[in-house]
């Protein structure tokens, strides 16, 4: 979804940016589609390109799911419009998707001192924590394709399709919050850690290395035959 250079970005679009205009326009493909998982494909928009999660090929046994992650997904984003940094919902549809394009690279692309300065992990757990009073947990920012960093340290983040909104579960998604929110905790400080390991504290480097353990033990446990 980071993708530039985009030559669906370079057309001339006269058609209004109707869900269904944009199912149809022809545009670069980023994850190929199957009967199991939705098409990706960034196409031109009006107002700049524009990523289409597209799975309306899931067979019959499917299609009352995948239409209940995509509208499930569509609430997420609606949770969250206005906030800097998330991609803005254009629409959404039966078995079908439509956000803006954000620009960025994944953040592991600057590990290893290439982003020292930037302040990437202030402004991510700025956002996080934007996020969670909102009562959004992300719950695969370990990926790291699902947060994307600008060359100025601009921060994005992208793909909710596993986020929770607690709030719309109620009691059950009060119970949630602490387990997720420490899901996303995690992930920040490994982001932390390895884009600008000198601004994590004492106590950060000791909560990430415990949570590290507990994932490490649970894999471990999870592949003993």
């Not at 998707?97 to 990437?120: D, N, T, W, Y």
């Not at 596993?162 to 995690?186: E, N, Q």
């Not at 390991?197 to 035959?225: A, N, Q, V, W």
């Amino acid at each position: 979804m980071s993708a530039v250079g985009c030559a669906a970005s370079t057309l001339t679009v006269r058609e209004p940016d109707t869900l269904d205009v944009l199912a149809r326009r022809p545009g670069r493909v980023l994850r190929a589609g199957s009967w199991k998982k939705a098409e990706v494909r960034l196409v031109a928009g009006r107002d700049g390109p524009v990523v289409i999660k597209d799975w309306r090929r899931a067979p019959a046994g499917l299609r009352g799911v995948a239409r209940w992650l995509f509208m499930r997904e569509a609430g997420i984003y609606a949770v969250l419009q206005g906030m800097p940094g998330v991609p803005r919902l254009i629409g959404a549809g039966d078995r079908i998707l439509a956000v803006e394009h954000v620009p960025g690279r994944p953040i592991s692309a600057f590990m290893h001192g290439k982003g020292r300065g930037l302040q990437v992990g202030r402004r991510l757990e700025a956002m996080i924590g934007e996020m969670h009073r909102r009562g959004v947990y992300h719950a695969d920012l370990h990926y790291r394709r699902n947060i994307l960093v600008t060359d100025e340290g601009g921060v994005r983040i992208i793909d909710f399709a596993s986020a929770v909104d607690t709030v719309r579960m109620a009691g059950i998604g009060r119970l949630l919050r602490p387990l997720l929110a420490l899901c996303d905790h995690y992930a920040i400080l490994k982001w932390k850690g390895g884009v600008e390991p000198e601004c994590m504290t004492s106590r950060e480097r000791r909560l990430f290395h415990f949570l590290d353990g507990i994932r490490l033990k649970s894999r471990s446990r999870r592949s003993s035959p």
